[in-house]
């Protein structure tokens, strides 16, 4: 079974541009979240979606956005891009609907703002 | 306000022992609690879950134990091998297929 896909690995971006990250969830998953993952940091929830849908965000500014398409895969897009960018993002999914399941996770990309 | 809480920030534990690993929690509505272990440039792997109707659940060599009343789990390695050797996350939701809140890591380093 194929796990969590993401692409691309590593991307190197300058200051005010624009990114978009691209996530294939597990087969059958319906469930798409997005985390950050700063230097020295925990691991930050940042979006989920689920059917097609934004189900949660959390405490982001709007310049972080996404969409999940219809197979249910998702893009995680970044408009006018701060140092602070900086991070591992992380996609992660799980089995939508049932209770108490986990979520499994990609490799991230690595997003570097010069 | 951090809700998930892993207090130490490393681990070294030598092979063959038990490797111990804790977490706090603050928020009362978190009723599913997981554990990932993180290699360098790879992603979280889930390792094992409990919800909080249980106070233990075992696989393998690892288990954790969930203390409600005290708002903290443990994750115990029996025994430890080098390939332990990783940044170990707590988490938490209410519900599991919700937001989960992680712990910043512990990273355990297994002596050989």
């Known amino acids: 079974e194929a796990g969590v896909t993401q692409s691309p690995t590593h991307l190197i971006k300058t200051r005010g541009q624009q990114v978009t990250l691209r996530c294939s969830p597990i087969?059958?998953?319906?469930?798409v979240y997005w985390y950050q993952q700063a230097l020295g940091l925990g691991l930050q929830f940042l979006l989920w979606?689920?059917?097609?849908?934004?189900?949660n965000r959390g405490n982001f500014p709007p310049r972080f956005s996404g969409r999940q398409f219809p197979n249910y895969s998702s893009e995680l897009n970044v408009n006018a891009l701060e140092l602070e960018d900086s991070a591992l993002y992380l996609c992660?999914?799980?089995?939508?609907?049932?209770?108490?399941?986990?979520?499994?996770f990609g490799d991230g990309t690595r997003l570097s703002i010069l | 306000d951090q809700q998930v809480k892993q207090n130490s920030p490393s681990l070294s534990v030598q092979e063959g022992r038990i490797s111990i690993l804790n977490c706090d929690y603050t928020?009362?509505?978190?009723?599913?609690f997981l554990w990932y272990k993180k290699y360098p440039a790879e992603g979280p792997t889930f390792l094992i879950s409990?919800?909080?109707?249980?106070d233990k659940n075992e696989d393998g060599r690892f288990t954790v134990f969930l203390n409600k009343s005290a708002k903290h789990l443990s994750l115990h390695i029996v025994p430890s091998q080098p390939g332990d050797s990783a940044v170990y996350f707590c988490?938490?939701?209410?519900?599991?297929?919700?937001?989960?809140?992680f712990g910043i890591g512990t990273k355990l380093q297994v002596i050989p």
């Open positions: 992660a999914s799980s089995l939508a609907g049932r209770r108490n399941q986990p979520q499994h």
């Open positions: 087969s059958g998953h319906t469930s």
């Open positions: 979606y689920d059917e097609g849908e934004e189900r």
């Open positions: 928020n009362s509505m978190f009723d599913y």
């Open positions: 409990i919800s909080s109707i249980k």
């Open positions: 988490a938490a939701s209410p519900g599991g297929y919700q937001k989960v809140t």
